[in-house]
């Protein structure tokens, strides 16, 4: 009996031994488990706090004024809200440079050599030769080229689907003009501009096949007085009833107010433009675009293609109020045709598309994709006839001047470039 007693009182006295050093052992886990995830979080705080004190330099460069032209203030106002949502980004704003490609240039050497910029946003430059020179002489540098068509290694291109409103306006248009004459005037044949032009005929020739696009380029980015000359002759000149076009500046929205029974859509959402003979126009809100953008930069550049677009599903482009003139079966099947765009599954330069000059350009239910939309269209629509009068003929023979709409190079804080981004748009 003592014996089975000695016996149970030895393996009670195991049975503590061996929980002991169980228990010891948690506790050495559990501390060192402790100690390394808070190495681990120490780690992951400093990393935070070093991602949170780089600064990365960057420059938004603009053609021209914000101040004089509207586009170029919607792009102001768009970059400097995104700004401010990445506090880890430095930047200042040059506006005014014109096509001044030298002075280009050395101000953004200025900026790279002085500042270590490493990312550079150049808004309303047309694309050149000498603008992708400036791009290899920095290799270093990734520019954002706005409505670019650069296949540089160091360019970003990023793109507004504008065109898909055009499209949407042309359907618009073709259903609401009576004599089936519809004036359009532009500046620059740029890819931009082409692009635009087209998806409006191709819009109304949907609805109209028989309407015709009278088409007028001022070659000129700024030369305001040169699109009124041809505007007013265009309204003298031939039967049009209705008239958009592609400028900065909504030259002939205040032209066509003067002309009786004239119908007119405009470039970018105006309040001042509503009236009865006012059919449309498209908002324009690129902080999506910059949004996305900025972030690329916090992220080290990863993932990005060469050229980004941005439409109505990014919440960049939409379409403004639209007129009483616009019947209920044209609003029907204008809605229609939104949706489908919505959902993405509307393509514009969808095939069969044939050029004013009995092309094929494009084949039955073949579509022409993004990286070739980003190209130069060196065609007309079918429906697009070309005005007799041009920007060069009113210089050479109406008025020899320079540029009516003069910028001036302006380098500004963000805190003043506020300032001018938040005039008012009327």
Known sequence: MKMQNENKEGQFVSFLIVMVIFLVLIFFGVGIYWIRTNEQDMLLTDAATVQETIKHK???????????????????RSFLASLQKFPNIESSVIEG?????????????????QNNVKFIFLVGFTYSIELTNIFRSFPNVTFFLYDGESREGNVIN?????????????????????????????????????????AFAIGV??????????VTWTHDTKDLGAASFLIE??????????ITGSLEVCVWCELAKEQKDMLYIGQFY????????????????????????????????????????????????DIDRISPYVNDKQRKYFDYEFDKMRKYVNFVFKGPIFSNDHRR???????????????????YNYNIR????????????????QNDNNVSVEIMSVEKAKNVANIPIY
């Open 361 to 379: 350009i494009v084949l039955d239910d073949a579509i022409i994709p993004d990286h070739e939309l980003g190209r130069l269209f060196n065609w």
């Open 233 to 242: 002759k265009m309204f003298e000149q031939t039967k049009v009833d209705l």
């Open 205 to 214: 020739a949907k609805v109209n096949p028989k309407a015709k696009i009278i």
């Open 386 to 401: 070309e005005f007799a009068l041009d920007g060069n003929y009113y210089r050479e023979h109406v008025k020899n001047t």
């Open 270 to 317: 105006n309040s001042t433009h509503y009236d009865k003979r006012y059919i449309s126009s498209f908002t324009y809100n690129m902080e999506p675009c910059y949004d996305y953008l900025l972030r690329a930069i916090t992220n080290g550049m990863t993932n990005i293609k060469s050229t980004v677009w941005f439409g109505t599903m990014q919440g960049v482009v």
């Open 158 to 198: 990023y793109i507004p689907r504008t065109y898909n409103m055009k499209y949407l306006l042309g359907i618009l248009a073709g259903g609401v003009t009576k004599t089936d004459k519809i004036a359009y005037v532009a500046d620059v044949k740029n890819a931009s501009n082409m692009r635009a032009l087209n």
């Open 97 to 113: 440079v014109g096509d001044d490609v030298s002075l280009l240039r050395s101000l953004i050497e200025q900026e790279v050599v």
């Open 58 to 76: 960057t420059l938004f460069i603009q053609c021209n004024n914000s101040t004089n032209n509207i586009k170029s203030r919607l792009n102001l």
